[in-house]
């Protein structure tokens, strides 16, 4: 499962890398837009989801700074979803 999830990952890497600075910024809106819509209702693997796609695509904009604090915040979310199912 991991080897598929790390394939996907890298397939999607190689497209957002050959996607235009504009197909970018129109993504990260719809992501903004989500995240608003779902602010105070979110559950945690929403939230992981939502930052691991705002990394990927701060990422491949060249946003390493913005993208490493969503995969923290991505990182900190998963952290609690193994503190709720451990409970």
């Keep these: 499962m991991a080897a598929h999830h790390t394939l996907f990952a890298d397939l999607l890497q190689l497209e957002l890398r050959r996607a235009e600075p504009a197909e970018l910024a129109a993504l990260l809106g719809e992501l903004d837009r989500a995240e608003r819509a779902l602010w105070g209702e979110i559950e945690p693997a929403a939230g ?12 491949a904009r060249g946003h390493d700074g913005r993208a490493l604090a969503a995969f923290r915040a991505a990182e900190r979310l998963a952290d609690l979803l193994v503190e709720i199912s451990s409970a």
């Design 48 to 59: 992981v989801v939502l930052h691991q796609a705002r990394g990927m695509l701060e990422l």
